[in-house]
């Protein structure tokens, strides 16, 4: 087991950092001072705690250019996503700067007395992050989790703690208690295994695969922690013939290949009117042509290249030789870890391409025949995270937005994550909501408290 983590620039395979990995014993050390700072934490006035909260925005703000070139150097995310990236910790702290001074109980009628609800923060939460948006996602576990008095624990992917290290300081900067946020960069065998498994660390906030997912919330068990995952997604783009199809084509591809396609909402299944199938191909082969794939470092670059080597054999191992590619876009050759944006049809329905997570730039194009047929292929998936629907048939929209066994659905959009409204996915893709209103309940135990008025 090695002691750091060499991190590589996925563009240029040149080596960027060495960031050495939190040993066990340092964990637990962690651990017993995030739980030590709970009390004054949770004790913290909501207005005080309310403007830290705006504060650490306000530093995130002040940095998001030097947070988003670290994220191009580690991640090989475009600089254009990194800024919007930078800028989304930014507005869900602010979002979520609100909620200490929100945190409504309730009172309940009963008989003889007054009955009045609490929310209580749980303790000490760990959240763990995947390396495909390293940036947003934890500060989807964090800022909630402090917001409602919690210390939290961030545990980064091994392969991409830059950024999150950054918010640490930045976070210090802005006077939250140092104990009461800290970063564990290190093997999510060592680091995650253990907030799992330390019986002092209430709650687990976990984003990463579904099989490492279904451990965690095993290992949960144990203890009855609370958990929250947001997992893997296959999710649908589905296009009717009396869709604007210009529109639906040229939206299409980024609604895959953005960050590389290392996205769980990403669209890698197009479903496609079999009356429009072939005008729709039209048009969406000169838009794959068209996205911009280089140095993702430069203004206007659209895709950039893959997280590692290894990610990239994983996701060629989708494209065999022989596969039923249609037609493919393009990528830089030299250093770096590249692969085109590719689109195969017409795929065998047991084809992986269509079944499995792919987890990079591909997508596969298949016809349906009627409104049923199409909610049918959409379903017949395990996971239920994400998906579109283009029609200018309202009605229609919402029955097929209705029918989509998916935690979140577009109609004539392909948006997916709104930082106030929920996010989180049906069957294998996850258990619970992030973002949005009620995401404080997620981070918050419900106590009762009965005061008798009689005598
Ligand atoms: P994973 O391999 O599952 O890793 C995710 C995180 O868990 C990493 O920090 C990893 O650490 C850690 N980890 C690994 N084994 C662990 C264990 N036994 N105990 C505790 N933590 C452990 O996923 P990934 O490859 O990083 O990310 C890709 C996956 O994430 C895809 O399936 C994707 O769909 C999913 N994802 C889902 C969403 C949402 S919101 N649903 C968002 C983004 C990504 P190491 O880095 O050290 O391995």
């Given at each position: 087991?090695?002691?750091?983590?060499?991190?590589?620039?996925?563009?240029?395979?040149?080596?960027?950092?060495?960031?050495?990995?939190?040993?066990?014993?340092?964990?637990?050390?962690?651990?017993?001072?995030?739980?030590?700072?709970?009390?004054?934490?949770?004790?913290?006035?909501?207005?005080?705690?309310?403007?830290?909260?705006?504060?650490?925005?306000?530093?995130?703000?002040?940095?998001?250019?030097?947070?988003?070139?670290?994220?191009?150097?580690?991640?090989?995310?475009t600089?254009?996503?990194?800024?919007?990236?930078?800028?989304?910790?930014?507005?869900?702290?602010?979002?979520?700067?609100?909620?200490?001074?929100?945190?409504?109980?309730?009172?309940?009628?009963?008989?003889?007395?007054?009955?009045?609800?609490?929310?209580?923060?749980?303790?000490?939460?760990?959240?763990?992050?995947?390396?495909?948006?390293?940036?947003?996602?934890?500060?989807?576990?964090?800022?909630?989790?402090?917001?409602?008095?919690?210390?939290?624990?961030?545990?980064?992917?091994?392969?991409?703690?830059?950024?999150?290290?950054?918010?640490?300081?930045?976070?210090?900067?802005?006077?939250?208690?140092?104990?009461?946020?800290?970063?564990?960069?290190?093997?999510?065998?060592?680091?995650?295994?253990?907030?799992?498994?330390?019986?002092?660390?209430?709650?687990?906030?976990?984003?990463?695969?579904?099989?490492?997912?279904?451990?965690?919330?095993?290992?949960?068990?144990?203890?009855?922690?609370?958990?929250?995952?947001?997992?893997?997604?296959?999710?649908?783009?589905?296009?009717?013939?009396?869709?604007?199809?210009?529109?639906?084509?040229?939206?299409?591809?980024?609604?895959?290949?953005?960050?590389?396609?290392?996205?769980?909402?990403?669209?890698?299944?197009?479903?496609?009117?079999?009356?429009?199938?072939?005008?729709?191909?039209?048009?969406?082969?000169?838009?794959?042509?068209g996205v911009r794939v280089g140095d993702?470092?430069l203004?206007g670059t659209e895709m950039g290249?893959?997280?590692?080597?290894?990610?990239?054999?994983?996701?060629?191992?989708?494209?065999?030789?022989?596969?039923?590619?249609?037609?493919?876009g393009t990528?830089?050759?030299?250093?770096?870890?590249?692969?085109?944006?590719?689109?195969?049809?017409?795929?065998?329905?047991?084809?992986?391409?269509?079944?499995?997570?792919?987890?990079?730039?591909?997508?596969?194009?298949?016809?349906?025949?009627?409104?049923?047929?199409?909610?049918?292929?959409?379903?017949?998936?395990?996971?239920?995270?994400?998906?579109?629907?283009?029609?200018?048939?309202?009605?229609?929209?919402?029955?097929?937005?209705?029918?989509?066994?998916?935690?979140?659905?577009?109609?004539?959009?392909?948006?997916?994550?709104?930082?106030?409204?929920?996010?989180?996915?049906?069957?294998?893709?996850?258990?619970?909501?992030?973002?949005?209103?009620?995401?404080?309940?997620?981070?918050?135990?419900?106590?009762?408290?009965?005061?008798?008025?009689?005598?």
């Open positions: 087991m090695s002691d750091a983590a060499t991190i590589v620039n996925p563009a240029t395979e040149a080596v960027v950092d060495v960031v050495p990995n939190t040993p066990a014993d340092e964990v637990d050390a962690a651990i017993a001072r995030a739980r030590a700072a709970a009390p004054s934490w949770r004790a913290v006035a909501p207005a005080d705690r309310a403007r830290l909260l705006r504060r650490f925005a306000e530093a995130v703000d002040g940095d998001v250019e030097h947070l988003a070139g670290l994220e191009v150097a580690n991640s090989g995310h600089i254009g996503n990194a800024r919007w990236e930078a800028g989304n910790v930014r507005d869900v702290l602010q979002y979520y700067a609100a909620a200490p001074e929100r945190l409504f109980g309730r009172q309940i009628p009963v008989a003889g007395g007054v009955d009045i609800t609490f929310r209580e923060p749980i303790g000490v939460v760990g959240v763990i992050v995947p390396w495909n948006f390293p940036l947003p996602i934890a500060s989807w576990g964090f800022a909630p989790a402090l917001a409602a008095g919690n210390t939290v624990l961030v545990k980064p992917a091994t392969l991409t703690p830059l950024t999150a290290l950054r918010l640490r300081a930045l976070a210090l900067d802005a006077g939250i208690p140092e104990d009461v946020f800290q970063v564990l960069p290190g093997q999510g065998s060592v680091v995650g295994q253990r907030l799992v498994d330390h019986p002092d660390v209430g709650k687990i906030v976990f984003t990463g695969s579904t099989d490492v997912g279904t451990q965690i919330m095993a290992g949960c068990a144990r203890h009855v922690k609370r958990v929250t995952l947001e997992l893997g997604g296959k999710s649908a783009n589905i296009v009717f013939a009396d869709a604007d199809l210009e529109r639906a084509a040229a939206a299409a591809p980024m609604a895959v290949f953005d960050n590389a396609g290392q996205d769980c909402c990403a669209r890698s299944r197009i479903l496609v009117e079999r009356s429009a199938f072939d005008r729709f191909m039209a048009l969406l082969e000169p838009a794959v042509a993702p470092s203004d290249p893959l997280i590692s080597a290894g990610h990239r054999s994983s996701v060629a191992a989708f494209v065999p030789e022989g596969a039923p590619v249609a037609f493919r990528a830089p050759s030299g250093p770096g870890f590249w692969f085109p944006p590719t689109v195969l049809a017409p795929v065998a329905p047991d084809d992986p391409a269509f079944v499995e997570e792919v987890f990079g730039p591909v997508v596969a194009v298949v016809p349906f025949d009627d409104e049923a047929d199409a909610v049918r292929l959409a379903n017949d998936t395990p996971y239920g995270l994400s998906g579109s629907i283009w029609t200018s048939n309202l009605g229609r929209g919402l029955r097929v937005a209705r029918a989509v066994e998916t935690g979140n659905l577009s109609v004539n959009s392909n948006a997916s994550v709104r930082y106030g409204t929920p996010f989180g996915g049906f069957k294998r893709s996850g258990l619970g909501r992030e973002l949005g209103p009620d995401a404080l309940d997620a981070f918050t135990e419900v106590k009762n408290v009965f005061i008798a008025t009689d005598g």
